[in-house]
T-cell receptor, first 113, second 112 residues
Framework: ETGVTQSPTHLIKTRGQQVTLRCSSQ?????VSWYQQALGQGPQFIFQ???????GRGNFPPRFSGLQFPNYSSELNVNALELDDSALYLC????????????FGPGTRLTVT | GEDVEQSLFLSVREGDSSVINCTYT??????LYWYKQEPGAGLQLLTY?????DMKQDQRLTVLLNKKDKHLSLRIADTQTGDSAIYFC????????????FGQGTELSVKP
């Protein structure tokens, strides 16, 4: 157990809708990263938040946005859902911007129909 | 550019050693990681190695790094059926903060 939790576990949405996924970091960790893992692929970096500020972003459109709260929990928001957004969304917490050890949560499985 | 490649499948017998290989392209990589993913689960950090090291051993796991060839391997000694999973190699470059670049994963199948 890493101490990183995510909710919900599974989610089904319709194309065009909006979704919010949540992540609670491991105690003491001030950095959270979000990844998208399509079926059969490795995780792809979406963005990272450090002390409530975005600290790097991967090749994802602006309809993917995030927030980090003072208690270091985090949200991933996706607007105007597309079928290709169906994936496992993983968050990882670490200590510091370049934290050596990133610990992953169990993920949220999003299905867009 | 950034690219991490792994072979997709590996099958071994219980008790044998498993060697999972990975190549990467970014010579500025500072840390290299091995993660394990079981069906329907998140990623479990197994071990990682700093780029100025050649080898790291942790119980049944041995990581070898060849910086010249940009080649990383994970050896699992005395492989057990519980080791069956997908193994991901990932690299990190400090110049890009905490971004991890993952390979496609190697599915390890352990037969009794």
């Amino acid at each position: 157990e890493t101490g990183v939790t995510q909710s919900p576990t599974h989610l089904i949405k319709t194309r065009g809708q909006q979704v919010t996924l949540r992540c609670s970091s491991q105690s003491g960790h001030n950095t959270v990263s979000w990844y998208q893992q399509a079926l059969g692929q490795g995780p792809q970096f979406i963005f990272q938040y450090y002390r409530e500020e975005e600290n790097g972003r991967g090749n994802f459109p602006p309809r993917f946005s995030g927030l980090q709260f003072p208690n270091y929990s985090s949200e991933l928001n996706v607007n105007a859902l597309e079928l290709d957004d169906s994936a496992l969304y993983l968050c990882a917490s670490s200590l510091g911007q370049g934290g050596d050890e990133q610990y992953f949560g169990p993920g949220t499985r999003l299905t867009v129909t | 550019g950034e690219d991490v490649e792994q072979s997709l499948f590996l099958s071994v017998r219980e008790g044998d050693s498993s060697v999972i290989n990975c190549t990467y392209t970014d010579s500025s990589s500072t840390y290299l990681y091995w993660y394990k993913q079981e069906p329907g689960a998140g990623l479990q950090l197994l071990t990682y190695i700093f780029s100025n090291m050649d080898m790291k051993q942790d119980q049944r796991l041995t990581v070898l790094l060849n910086k010249k060839d940009k080649h990383l391997s994970l050896r699992i000694a005395d492989t057990q059926t519980g080791d069956s999973a997908i193994y991901f190699c990932a690299e990190k470059n400090y110049n890009q903060g905490g971004k991890l670049i993952f390979g496609q994963g190697t599915e390890l199948s352990v037969k009794p």
